[in-house]
């Protein structure tokens, strides 16, 4: 990359775009950069050199894109998101540059495979699941749609865990992710960011008579930020994505080290970098949540000081709405709005009732949860400790919004209280939903079902003060690392039937519809299936000593694991065939041979999610032990499961689990990259598989279970879980099979918690959901067996499931919330 000054105007210069040029590049990086010569590079060299040349192809791009978007006074989207779950940068920045042939030859006239330095990549350890993966899918559109955004979240140093299985129980390790290079990162440490924590605030009387408040912090850390570059599809934009990394003000005291105490002497320094060591470090110790809370407001410091930063020095801050809207990607960065409100009031003067008006134009949220424990509630004595003045801006915001309530609604003390952002009971909080709602230009659900029910169930007395505040947007996801690089040979069979232009106009799939009815095409759709199954064997084997069978139906469920996604009923049903097999009453033979597969984390500290983990593992290795089964089922569990491991398993799959309870999950995205690379899905009305279910047609979706009201209905008169282990001999001898330790030699015991959770909590209704979803197994079976109808729903799977990009998402979110425009080349 080289830089050009002409007529005053600096322009930068991308490398030449040819094999030649760009071989001479990578010798360049790896010589200069790495500082080895071709002869004694290791693979991470040659890695770390391939990854820094191709981003030299994306900086003229970027710098141009910064430019642009400077001199247009364009409104950006400012993405607020304590994950961003990326995946591997190598391919989609080939992708975006349209070099990967380009490289690829170059790399072969130099004597190295492509494919080799491709596994060498580690994936970012900067998220946990769909929340995370979502914000990914979203940057990437927002790039691809030439709309300028910047999203802000933390460096986090080491992820939230490597998952291990030690004896079929997961065992957390550190995700060091950044051991060997991060090569895609751009440090900053000139725009540091202080961020106060602690102290007492005071009021005082300024220079014009006017009484004002003031924090006096005990404490600060910097937050130093490094920027990644997020590319566009083959549009020549580049966005960016900001991370920061904690550090002391005052790393390290040479008086107190030469004095001996080398530990104290550093100790400022690991207490502020714990800031920004994991993610989502244990909350359920009091040391746990201030961290939690600590990190939540160490980002959104950074990130809307460093926006506002930004502004140039003679900016009217009431024009801030025209030039930015922070969007809350759920409740972690609400501390976000007293913020914005502290520096608008305490910094820069304006008046409350002024900033307040540009505060609720500048923030939009989006609620991805329905279930009340994962809405954040903070103890008003630790936000109170940590970030007093905080406390005290929000307590005004909340006494001013009372006022409004009653003003609405008179004399109703019951309302007040269940809309106020104070809590009273268990313990005085702050209900941070509640402040994002009120605060919000905007509130979205993520699914039609969704938002219906966070109106009407979650935020009922919101909703019904501001209903135009409520809207919809449903997720998507990018078909650019879910369709294009994931399943390159699915990739090229669209391409061929419909042309290159479905990459970025996803709703182009319909074209395919006609083909299903295609003899031919349908064999040639059969066919990527296969290779996609016979991929992932290699990859698992390699990876995981794990021997895959391909001539068996994928039947696949990989999710965070958590009861309200019921992995508890998928393994009934595994249980249940077992049983039934080993007992004589089905032939192994008559159904069709599947191999299940799983891919789950659970939180360190979830002790029932662990426990499923250690149960879904241990019935995996009797049933594939067991030579009377062999042929017929088979459990495979591969251990960390992420975005690389996705990108192989998804395209192989027959069969997408999507089994929640209804009324449970806000979205999903998982069900929506198995529809489409062309897996049926088997699920409940729940999330945006109501949606899915819509688009594909009923004769191309396994619905079974109960509906949302009828959940209502259940949970509202009381639920006996036990009613139907006793009536269902089939439930019955499955659960009785784990309680009788066949699972368990060693410790017949172990998995009581979960029979006796099942038998009478069940929050999930489990077991009131088993026989449908046996029922809807029978007829997964039956379809399976006709294989050219098989094959036909997979692929009006595909060809229906357009509506399910995340650049369409975007559309909506810009024309439901933050009216932005895209800033395109002239």
């Known amino acids: ?251 390290f005291d040479l008086q107190i080290f030469n004095s001996g105490d080398y530990a104290e002497a550093v100790r400022a320094q690991t207490f502020a970098e714990n800031i920004s060591k994991v993610l989502y470090p244990e909350d359920s110790t009091p040391q746990g949540k201030e961290l939690r809370l600590q990190q939540q407001y160490f980002f959104v410091a950074c990130s809307i000081r460093d926006f506002l930063d930004g502004l140039p020095a003679d900016f009217d801050l009431h024009r801030l709405p025209d030039v930015v809207m922070f969007q809350l990607n759920d409740t972690h960065p609400v501390i976000g709005v007293p913020e914005l409100m502290r520096i608008l009031v305490d910094e820069k003067k304006i008046a409350w009732d002024e900033a307040w008006a540009i505060t609720q134009k500048c923030f939009a949220y989006t609620c991805h949860t329905l279930l009340p424990e994962a809405l954040e509630v903070w103890p008003v004595e630790l936000l109170g400790r940590l970030l007093p003045r905080h406390l005290e801006i929000i307590y005004r915001i909340n006494d001013e919004f009372l006022a409004q309530v009653r003003q609405a609604y008179p004399n109703d003390e019951l309302r007040l209280r269940r809309m106020s952002i104070i809590a009273e009971h268990p313990e005085r909080s702050v209900r941070m939903a509640f402040l994002a709602t009120i605060a919000g230009a905007k509130v979205n659900g993520v699914a039609a079902l969704h938002s219906q029910l966070l109106r009407d169930n979650v935020l009922p007395d919101f909703s019904e003060l501001w209903p135009d505040k409520f809207t919809n947007v449903t997720n998507g996801v990018t078909p650019r690392r879910f369709v294009r690089l994931a399943n390159p040979a699915l990739s090229d069979l669209i391409t061929d039937a419909i042309g290159p232009g479905w990459v970025t106009d996803l709703e182009r799939l319909r074209e395919m519809e006609p083909l299903a009815d295609d003899a031919e095409f349908r064999e040639r759709f059969r066919a990527v299936k296969l290779a996609n199954k016979q991929r992932l064997a290699g990859v698992l084997a390699t990876r995981d000593g794990i021997e895959l069978r391909t001539d068996a139906m994928l039947d696949v469920m990989v999710k965070r694991l958590h009861e309200y996604k019921r992995q508890t009923l998928k393994v009934l049903h595994i249980v249940s065939l077992y049983e039934r097999i080993i007992s004589g009453e089905l032939d192994p033979a008559s159904i069709p041979p599947r191999v299940f597969a799983f891919g789950a984390k659970a939180a360190p500290g979830y002790k029932m999610a662990k426990q499923i983990i250690g149960l879904i593992n241990h019935v995996g290795a009797t049933v594939n032990a067991d030579p009377r089964v062999q042929g017929a089922l088979t459990v495979v569990f591969p251990p960390n499961y992420n975005v690389t491991l996705a990108e192989k398993l998804i395209p192989a799959a027959d069969l997408s689990e999507q089994i929640s309870l209804a009324g449970k999950e806000a979205s999903g995205t998982g069900n929506m990259k198995f529809a489409l690379n062309g897996a049926l899905t088997i699920g409940t009305d729940d999330g945006a598989n109501v949606e899915i279910r819509e688009l594909v047609g009923d004769d191309n979706f396994f619905l079974f279970g109960l509906l949302e009201p009828q959940v209502a209905e259940i949970q509202a008169v009381g639920y006996d879980p036990s009613k139907y282990y006793e009536e269902n001999a089939t439930l019955r001898r499955a659960i009785d099979l784990i309680a ?74 810009i024309d439901r919330i933050w009216h932005s425009q895209p800033v395109v080349a002239r």
């Open 1 to 251: 990359m080289t830089e050009n000054r002409v007529n005053g105007t600096v322009s930068v210069t991308a490398p030449q775009h040819s094999v030649e040029g760009f071989a001479k590049e990578f010798l360049r990086e790896l010589n200069f950069g790495q500082g080895v010569p071709l002869s004694r590079a290791s693979v991470n060299d040659q890695y770390l050199a391939l990854a820094r040349t191709v981003r030299e192809y994306l900086m003229a791009r970027w710098m141009e894109t910064l430019r642009r978007q400077r001199d247009a006074h364009a409104k950006t989207v400012a993405y607020l998101s304590a994950e961003y779950l990326l995946g591997r940068q190598l391919d989609n920045a080939l992708i975006a540059t349209d070099l990967t042939e380009i490289v690829e030859e170059a790399l072969t006239s130099l004597g190295i495979d492509l494919a080799t330095l491709r596994e060498q990549e580690v994936e970012p350890g900067l998220g946990n699941g769909g929340l995370g993966r979502l914000a990914a899918c979203f940057v990437d559109s927002l790039a691809t749609m030439s709309v300028p955004c910047i999203g802000y979240g933390i460096r986090y140093e080491y992820g939230i865990f490597r998952q291990t299985f030690v004896d079929g129980w997961q065992v957390e390790q550190p995700d060091t992710w950044l051991s060997l290079g991060a090569p895609w990162e751009f440090p900053h440490p000139e725009d540091a960011v202080t961020v106060h924590f602690g102290g007492s605030t005071e009021t005082y009387t300024d220079d014009d008579g006017v009484t004002r408040s003031r924090w006096v912090p005990a404490w600060d850390v910097l937050g130093v930020p490094y920027n990644y570059m997020v590319p566009g599809y083959q549009n020549g934009r580049v966005n960016t994505l900001r991370l920061w990394s904690a550090r002391a003000t005052k790393a």
């Open 740 to 813: 009788s330790g066949t699972f368990s030699p060693d410790d017949k015991r172990v998995f009581e918690p979960i029979v006796s959770n099942l038998l009478t909590e069940d929050r999930f209704l489990a077991l009131a959901d088993f026989q449908a979803y046996l029922d809807a197994q029978e007829r997964v079976d039956v379809a399976y067996r006709d294989v050219e109808g098989w094959t036909r729903s997979a692929i009006l799977n595909v060809a229906r499931s357009g509506f399910f990009s995340s650049d369409r998402s975007m559309w909506d979110y």
